[in-house]
């Protein structure tokens, strides 16, 4: 590399001996050159021969001339050729230096990778250690202990969102697990509250499961015949429950209050005296003759909800939106029990069937009949409300 950088001994050597070359031709150009080219003239040359003289002086004059500006192009052209080394020289420290900079860059991606999957086996070993050890809590006869697991299993939650589904499968579960051990410690039938474990499991999984979704969110949110009665999501900003199957579960007293339930399944659930007030129940499933008496409805959306035999007296749908809610077999109570408290103008929107139970005033209020005869024949023709009669 320096060979190519640098004049080698040799060649400046070389250079040495053709500038002394040239200075001696120069000198003897000097002194003898007139004499070698008219030495016959010259041979005799007097003092007092002054236009031979003034030749010789001419001629030295010349020779002069011609070596200053030899010198001036050798000059020139050891000047632009140390030049063009130096800048090959600055070339090749410049790519000397940035090869050394990327292999050093390469060499620090490098060790960042290590240093990374170290951290994150160090992360996925810590946070297994934390998960026995929360799940051993979870399984603990004490609630305190109980209690100590499942906000564990919360934190876990937090730094490493991929073992959400894991978790809220797994505190689900423990919810159905302890529900089915009070029935049997209890003659089959549930208790009247549930269970302080319990209620704090489903606090923290209807705040911390919007990452799962699809065929996934129906099977972990799973609390069929889960006791959550008088469980509460007051003060929860994110209760998405949408999807989450709570079918023959016992949630009577429970505040759901403005909590997501789109797509929910409360099919035979017990929500008597619940509040689901501006909850969002589109497609909701409150079927089966689901318990909804004296359950506040208030500002609730419930379009395209399936009500079918639902028991709803008593309940509260103030401002709630039933449109395409389907309410065939539904009881709204009749004259002498507990009427439910909805007007006409909304069961207008819904699907009302003649097996549906309405109190006197909303039977007959304007326009009602007619309604209910149109829905009739939807439901024995088998079409969705709205969809329109096919054609005989």
């Excluded at 789109?262 to 589109?282: E, P, Q, T, V, Y």
């Excluded at 539904?330 to 002498?336: C, E, H, M, P, S």
């Excluded at 007619?370 to 024949?377: F, K, Y």
């Amino acid at each position: 590399m320096q060979q190519q950088q640098q004049p080698s001994r040799r060649e400046q050597i070389s250079w040495i001996f053709v500038g002394l070359a040239v200075v001696v031709g120069l000198a003897l150009l000097l002194a003898k050159g007139p004499w070698w080219l008219d030495g016959r003239h010259l041979a005799d040359l007097k003092k007092e021969d002054a236009p031979k003289a003034v030749m010789v002086t001419g001629f030295r004059t010349a020779v002069v001339t011609f070596g200053l500006a030899t010198v001036a192009v050798l000059g020139s052209y050891l000047t632009w050729r140390n030049l063009q080394v130096t800048r090959e020289a600055l070339r090749q420290t410049r790519e000397r230096d940035d090869n050394q900079h990327a292999m050093a860059q390469k060499n620090l991606e490098h060790t960042r990778m290590i240093d990374r999957e170290k951290q994150d086996l160090a992360r996925d070993e810590n946070v297994t250690e934390r998960f026995v050890k929360a799940v051993g809590l979870l399984a603990a006869e004490s609630n305190t202990s109980q209690l100590g697991g499942i906000y564990a299993l919360e934190r876990i939650m937090t730094d490493s969102p991929e073992d959400a589904l894991t978790i809220v499968q797994l505190l689900a579960g423990s919810i159905r697990e302890s529900s089915k051990k009070q029935r049997s410690e209890n003659d089959g039938k549930d208790p009247e509250t549930v269970r302080e474990p319990d209620r704090a499991a489903f606090t923290v999984i209807a705040r911390r499961n919007n990452g799962i979704s699809g065929t996934e969110r129906t099977r972990a949110l799973n609390f069929r015949r889960g006791n959550l009665a008088g469980a509460s999501l007051a003060g929860i900003d994110a209760s998405a429950l949408f999807g989450a199957d709570f079918t023959s579960a016992k949630l009577n007293n429970s505040q759901f209050n403005g909590a997501s339930l789109m797509g929910a399944i409360f099919s035979k659930a017990n929500l008597k005296w619940a509040n689901l007030g501006h909850c969002d129940l589109r497609d909701a499933h409150l079927d089966q003759e689901a318990d909804l008496r004296h359950a506040v409805l208030d500002y609730a959306d419930l379009t395209n909800a399936n009500l079918r035999s639902a028991q709803v007296q008593g309940a509260s749908f103030r401002s709630s939106d039933l449109a395409g809610a389907d309410l065939h077999e539904a009881n709204f109570g009749v004259d002498g029990d507990s009427i439910a408290i909805v007007e006409s103008k909304q069961l207008l929107k819904a699907h009302v069937t003649s097996s549906t139970r309405l109190p006197s005033h909303l039977k007959n209020a304007p326009g009602m009949k007619e309604h209910v005869e149109r829905c009739t024949q939807e439901h024995i023709a088998g079409v969705k409300h709205g969809e329109g009669l096919p054609s005989s």
